[in-house]
């Protein structure tokens, strides 16, 4: 792809000789000799490359520079070509955004090797931003596409969910083997539900997540979580157990937000747990915070690995759903002024562990 280059000259012997240098070099090039001409020629069709006289019939191409944007980081690239050669004028030229400045009697080497570099450059920056204007449309394509399917997958879920919960409470299902198979699809359609939820939070970069601070008792809410988890019970022996400190039984807090906090995490850890395993959780008081911490006995954390458990974003690829659920947790503590970890359990395991604010009045 051949670079278009304005020339604004008006010398007519100068302008013809760059006009024929240049053409022959390859390049489409557009010739005016005043300031005018320039104006419509150059707003007609924006060129990669102005080769721009200083002194003009009608004007100047300073004033030309400024009126074009090219100071405040306009596409066209500029080269000033002028009989003045004083500092002062090349720190004024270099200042409105030109990329180069060539004295005359211009060198034609010199400025064939001159012109090849910065229209390159621009037909590059050009491509670049090409792609990546691609990209980003690509990417909000995507992001749309995927907001629409998670909200679209959550209203017949709530009804799922309502239907297992009313078959459940008013008795329509007796026998125990099935009554066990309700309870682990409850506890199914809950944990998707949390995953959409995460994803929605994630995908608006924090914008939905709304933080209601009220009372909150800490103990009922850990005291759901244990159900929750119930179908890991029955299939994998594995158990959650839980205590609270009297000292911080309550805390200005999010209800939703630390349940949910609690679940992503209970969750991780179950699924790290080995069989017949207990993971426990507690919440304990620390330096005027309260510290929940969520421990299991699996295999633990590389420590290469540690510092990006919680990542800040939800990465362009994963492999793990569970990286969803850790993204929020990370947009959750932060959003309730907390900050969130991973660390080695003695004897061997993780300890995921969050701090949060007690509030001024924490029992």
């Given at each position: 792809m051949s670079a278009n280059i304005l020339i604004v000259e008006d010398d007519e012997e100068f302008q013809q000789y760059l006009s024929m240098t240049l053409t022959k070099a390859g390049y489409h090039v557009a010739v005016t000799g005043t300031a005018r001409a320039a104006r419509d020629s150059f707003h007609a069709h924006p060129p990669d490359l102005v080769l721009l006289d200083i002194e003009l019939p009608d004007g100047n191409g300073i004033e030309l520079c400024r009126e074009w944007g090219l100071d405040q980081g306009g596409g066209s690239r500029v080269i000033f070509l002028t009989g003045y050669g004083d500092a002062s004028t090349r720190i004024k030229c270099f200042g409105l955004g030109a990329q180069d400045f060539i004295p005359k009697p211009v060198n034609v080497e010199e400025l064939l090797a001159r012109v090849r570099v910065h229209a390159a450059n621009k037909l590059s920056q050009d491509e670049l931003l090409r792609r990546n204007q691609e990209l980003e449309l690509h990417a909000q394509v995507r992001q749309a596409t995927t907001d629409l399917i998670v909200h679209d997958l959550r209203n017949p879920l709530s009804t799922i969910k309502g239907t297992l919960a009313m078959t459940r409470k008013r008795g329509l299902i007796s026998d125990a083997v099935y009554v066990g198979l309700l309870g682990s699809a409850e506890s199914a359609a809950e944990f998707m539900t949390l995953m959409l939820n995460d994803l929605l939070d994630l995908s608006s970069g924090g914008k939905r997540l709304q933080v209601e601070i009220t009372r909150v008792e800490v103990a009922p809410i850990l005291a759901r979580l244990p159900a929750l988890f119930d179908s890991y019970k029955r299939n994998c022996g594995i158990s959650l157990e839980y205590s609270v400190a009297p000292s911080v039984a309550c805390l200005n807090t999010d209800r939703k937000l630390l349940f949910r906090l609690l679940a992503n995490l209970s969750l991780a850890a179950v699924r790290g747990s080995?069989?017949?395993?207990?993971?426990?959780?507690?919440?304990?008081?620390?330096?005027?915070?309260?510290r929940f911490t969520v421990a299991d006995r699996g295999p633990g954390i590389p420590d290469a690995d540690k510092a990006g458990i919680f990542p800040s974003q939800l990465p362009s690829q994963f492999k793990?759903?569970?990286?969803?659920?850790?993204?929020?947790c990370r947009m959750a503590v932060d959003?309730?002024?907390g900050k969130i970890w991973a660390e080695d359990q003695p004897g061997g395991g993780t300890l995921y562990r969050f701090e949060l604010p007690t509030g001024p009045s924490a029992l």
């Open positions: 080995p069989r017949n395993a207990a993971v426990h959780l507690d919440c304990a008081p620390t330096e005027g915070r309260a793990d759903s569970s990286v969803v659920g850790m993204a929020f959003a309730l002024s």
